[in-house]
């Protein structure tokens, strides 16, 4: 499958980026440090599953302050499950960091990814942290984009440049994600940068709106991670006034936070573990909302939808089974599906047989009109492969 554009020189001015390896996975970078030299208003929403990892349990109690410095990252071992030595360890992290960087330790927060259940290396660990303090560069987002991976086959980068009271600005966003991918605040991990000067509250709003119709309108595989977390951080490096949610500019910001969240929620989505094709699921003629989401999601999470599309077999009846135990109150006599803009059911029937390429294209679009409303939803999904199966049976070894 076609991998997007990544944008590997990426400058954010007064943030810095590091990534190296530490020794916690076998291969590659494995510890992530992103840093602002000036103190940054930060947000976040985190992981809605009842077991937490230690990381995110310090980070909700730390962002209540709505002030940070510095964010450090381990891959490898998601420090979850693992009692009050996790949550000395976290800490512990973040000590050390703040000591290397001369910052509060109270404004570093902490993020891991990997297997749930084993302690840190914190002997690794601690030697680690204060030469990625010492390779910190303005240059190095591709870096820290790397350190973050696990089972990810690249690097999940993405900015834009917006001008802001004739000034140019710049946000930008790094994530990491290909399984465990069904959450309901946040993805995975992901972590967002600007040099604009932005309002707690305005910060927060937009971050919230983002990540609801991006990463919260995706799923791999029905499952949700114990360390999901999504941050934003705004240094106000560009010396604008403050945007607030009533200033002109404002809503030029919360689409630009909106667009990065987007495209990193399709990255993710691309690189689906063992993925082949990526899946926009729209469902539209709800009667609400809620509906429409939910329709939606049923599909996206079939298995038997999934791995049909890989198959290539247009198997629309799969589709219709998905939208019939989806819980929402449908009428069969209303419904029509499109998949990549081939008409394949009018009202509850089949109506064209499907061309033999149609789902040859790394892209598939299934269109559902529930016939009932005006209300519509989108989920992105990925298809299931036997690479999946490989990669997950195997992953504690």
Do not use: H
Request: proline residues 4%.
């Amino acid at each position: 499958m076609k991998k997007p554009k990544i944008f590997k020189k990426v400058i954010v001015s007064g943030f810095k980026f590091a990534g190296l390896a530490s020794g916690i996975k076998k291969t590659g970078k494995d510890l992530a440090l992103i840093f602002s030299e000036s103190p940054a208003n930060i947000a976040g929403v985190f992981t809605t599953n009842s077991i937490k990892a230690a990381p995110v349990k310090l980070d909700i109690r730390r962002i209540r302050s709505q002030k940070g410095r510095a964010i450090i990252i381990n891959s490898g071992n998601a420090n979850a499950c693992t009692g009050p030595q996790g949550l000395k360890d976290a800490r512990e992290m973040a000590a050390i960091t703040a000591g290397s960087l001369g910052v509060p330790v109270g404004q570093v927060y902490v993020a891991s990814t990997g297997l749930i259940g084993r302690p840190l290396p914190m002997r690794k660990i601690r030697k680690a942290i204060p030469k990625a303090a010492g390779k910190l560069s303005s240059g190095s987002i591709s870096d820290a984009a790397s350190a973050i991976m696990t089972t990810d086959t690249f690097p999940k980068i993405f900015s834009r440049k917006i001008k802001i009271n004739g000034k140019t600005a710049t946000v930008a966003g790094i994530a990491k994600g290909a399984g465990m991918i069904c959450p309901n605040m946040a993805t995975m991990l992901s972590f967002m940068v600007t040099d604009i000067a932005v309002s707690t509250e305005a910060l927060d709003s937009a971050l919230r709106k983002a990540v609801n119709t991006s990463f919260n309108k995706l799923t791999i595989d029905g499952d949700m991670s114990t360390n999901d977390t999504v941050m934003v951080m705004a240094n106000g490096m560009l010396k604008n006034t403050p945007l607030t949610r009533r200033s002109p500019a404002y809503k030029k910001f919360e689409n630009a936070i909106a667009g990065i969240a987007d495209n990193l929620s399709r990255m993710i989505a691309l690189d689906g573990e063992g993925a082949t094709k990526l899946i926009n699921v729209s469902v539209k003629g709800a009667r609400t909302e809620a509906d429409a989401e939910k329709t939606a999601r049923s599909i996206a999470d079939s298995l038997l939808v999934k791995t049909a599309l890989y198959g290539q077999e247009p198997n629309w009846g799969r589709i219709m089974a998905a939208v019939g135990y989806s819980g929402v109150r449908v009428s069969e006599q209303k419904i029509s599906i499109t998949v990549n803009n081939c008409q394949l059911v009018r009202r509850g029937a089949g109506v064209n047989r499907a061309p033999k390429n149609l789902l040859s294209p790394d892209e598939i679009t299934i269109t559902v009109d529930l016939g009932l409303g005006k209300k519509a939803a989108r989920v992105l999904t990925c298809d299931l492969t036997e690479k999946y199966i490989k990669i997950n049976a195997g992953y504690m070894t």
